[in-house]
């Protein structure tokens, strides 16, 4: 049996040996990359987590498509649903994903609703009283009457789990700008959601289950999960999540051995991208190694600030042979990565410090073919809406935007 305990533990020291500084190597000197079975064992060890087996893998390139998923599962609940958002707005995409929860609460299912009070602060209050009076357990993580010092910290996890036999996690909020209407001016977000079937949906409870008791909701029983569970046929799923004090170094740990391991080509697509000089250096041993490194970014931005950030450290990349892409349509904020012909990472953490020191975030680390190929495909889908940035060119853009790009840097571990 499985424990439903949280990995890695809080106060757990990683291991020397497999700090992001060192693990890098270490996984790029493993016989046979990211298809070793070392290197599945290399993750394991760091994130002290298994690595859960069994899944059946679809990931969502659209908010419509998205939502829609999200939606007949809460209406297939039957036990339990369990939502954690870092945004949920009350319009008409709240209200639609409101009414299912709901419907799930009137019909006898428990139904937890945790948003972050910061990222959901412009839905009015009785968006929330409603939600309360029609059966839904509603908590606010970090409220903005807290202790000034909470405020620092908040909850970016987004996370849905019916039953926990079926999770969703990804970039996606709950919003309507990620399902606009076809033809609006702005047009919808561009993000990327999964839906797990499996024993990492048990996982995801028990992640779930930290925001919510630190929110001050009810501790509730989650009884532990059969081994036989996690061994059978299907996508291999590592649960990877963090929160300051726990699991920061692990997750940067991991994203650093993939990094290490990739032989062919390591795509990365980072909504919002302040990587700091660590980040920079293992992109571009990556790079030096032949692997095929690209960035993509966001181009149309809602946060001009943290873009000026990440161009603060274009030309160290540029140099080590990173190619970066900015997207051109709509707004970029997805969070994923895809390596080589076999592992995936989607989920809610950026490349920033923010992701890695302050937020509470959740991904999953996923070993199967069929998701990464539709990841690499997806990622050439958006490069054709994507403009590439030149060495050259980039050299030559205005002192104006020099001093932005700077300044913005500087200010990294705190945007």
Same mark, same amino acid.
Request: glycine share 8%.
């Given at each position: 049996?499985?424990?439903?305990? @949280?990995?890695?533990?809080?106060?757990?020291?990683?291991?020397?040996?497999?700090?992001?500084?060192?693990?890098?190597? *270490?996984?790029?000197?493993?016989?046979?990359? *990211?298809?070793?079975?070392?290197?599945?064992?290399?993750?394991?060890?760091?994130?002290?987590?298994?690595?859960?087996?069994?899944?059946?893998?679809?990931?969502?390139?659209?908010?419509?498509?998205?939502?829609?998923?999200?939606?007949?599962?809460?209406?297939?609940?039957?036990?339990?649903?369990?939502?954690?958002?870092?945004?949920?707005?009350?319009?008409?995409?709240?209200?639609?994903?409101?009414?299912?929860?709901?419907?799930?609460?009137?019909?006898?299912?428990?139904?937890?609703?945790?948003?972050?009070?910061?990222?959901?602060?412009?839905?009015?209050?009785?968006?929330?009283?409603?939600?309360?009076?029609?059966?839904?357990?509603?908590?606010?993580?970090?409220?903005?009457?807290?202790?000034?010092?909470?405020?620092?910290?908040? #909850?970016?996890?987004?996370?849905?789990?019916?039953?926990?036999?079926?999770?969703?996690?990804?970039?996606?909020?709950?919003?309507?700008?990620?399902?606009?209407?076809?033809?609006?001016?702005?047009?919808?977000?561009? #993000?990327?959601?999964?839906?797990?079937?499996?024993?990492?949906?048990?996982?995801?409870?028990?992640?779930?289950?930290?925001?919510?008791?630190?929110?001050?909701?009810?501790?509730?029983?989650?009884?532990?999960?059969?081994?036989?569970?996690?061994?059978?046929?299907?996508?291999?799923?590592?649960?990877?999540?963090?929160?300051?004090?726990?699991?920061?170094?692990?997750?940067?740990?991991?994203?650093?051995?993939?990094?290490?391991?990739?032989?062919?080509?390591?795509?990365?697509?980072?909504?919002?991208?302040?990587?700091?000089?660590?980040?920079?250096?293992?992109?571009?041993?990556?790079?030096?190694?032949?692997? #095929?490194?690209?960035?993509? @970014?966001?181009?149309?931005?809602?946060?001009?600030?943290?873009?000026?950030?990440?161009?603060?450290?274009?030309?160290?990349?540029?140099?080590?042979?990173?190619?970066?892409?900015?997207?051109?349509?709509?707004?970029?904020?997805?969070?994923?990565?895809?390596?080589?012909?076999?592992?995936?990472?989607?989920?809610?953490?950026?490349? #920033?410090?923010?992701?890695?020191?302050?937020?509470?975030?959740?991904?999953?680390?996923?070993?199967?073919?069929?998701?990464?190929?539709?990841?690499?495909?997806?990622?050439?889908?958006?490069?054709?809406?994507?403009?590439?940035?030149?060495?050259?060119?980039?050299?030559?853009?205005?002192?104006?935007?020099?001093?932005?790009?700077?300044?913005?840097?500087?200010?990294?571990?705190?945007?």
């Amino acid at each position: 049996m499985l424990r439903p305990a @949280l990995r890695p533990a809080a106060g757990r020291k990683l291991p020397r040996e497999l700090a992001a500084r060192r693990v890098g190597r *270490l996984a790029a000197a493993l016989p046979g990359g *990211l298809d070793s079975p070392q290197f599945a064992h290399l993750l394991q060890r760091i994130d002290a987590a298994p690595l859960l087996g069994g899944h059946a893998v679809e990931v969502y390139l659209h908010g419509e498509t998205a939502y829609a998923a999200m939606r007949e599962a809460i209406r297939a609940a039957r036990d339990e649903v369990l939502l954690e958002a870092y945004i949920v707005r009350d319009d008409a995409t709240g209200e639609a994903i409101l009414a299912d929860l709901a419907a799930a609460a009137a019909r006898g299912v428990t139904v937890r609703l945790l948003a972050d009070a910061l990222g959901s602060h412009t839905s009015r209050a009785a968006f929330w009283r409603q939600a309360a009076s029609r059966g839904i357990d509603v908590r606010f993580f970090h409220p903005l009457f807290s202790p000034p010092w909470h405020h620092l910290f908040r #909850d970016h996890r987004k996370l849905l789990v019916i039953d926990r036999r079926v999770g969703f996690t990804g970039g996606m909020n709950i919003g309507e700008e990620y399902g606009r209407p076809e033809g609006e001016p702005l047009g919808s977000w561009r #993000d990327t959601d999964v839906r797990v079937t499996g024993p990492a949906a048990w996982e995801m409870a028990v992640i779930f289950a930290e925001g919510w008791e630190h929110a001050g909701g009810a501790p509730f029983e989650i009884p532990p999960l059969a081994a036989a569970e996690a061994e059978r046929p299907g996508a291999r799923v590592l649960a990877l999540d963090c929160r300051p004090g726990r699991g920061n170094a692990e997750a940067a740990s991991v994203m650093a051995a993939i990094a290490g391991g990739a032989r062919q080509r390591l795509w990365i697509t980072s909504a919002y991208f302040a990587p700091g000089h660590r980040a920079v250096r293992l992109l571009g041993e990556a790079s030096a190694r032949g692997v #095929d490194v690209r960035l993509l @970014l966001q181009g149309t931005t809602d946060s001009p600030v943290v873009r000026h950030a990440g161009h603060g450290y274009f030309d160290a990349l540029l140099r080590s042979g990173v190619r970066i892409f900015e997207y051109l349509g709509p707004v970029l904020h997805a969070k994923c990565l895809v390596a080589d012909d076999s592992v995936s990472m989607i989920g809610s953490s950026n490349l #920033d410090f923010r992701s890695f020191l302050f937020n509470a975030e959740a991904n999953l680390v996923i070993f199967d073919a069929g998701t990464a190929r539709i990841l690499q495909e997806a990622f050439l889908q958006d490069l054709a809406l994507s403009n590439e940035i030149r060495p050259e060119t980039w050299r030559q853009r205005p002192l104006s935007h020099r001093v932005k790009d700077r300044l913005a840097r500087l200010l990294s571990p705190f945007l």
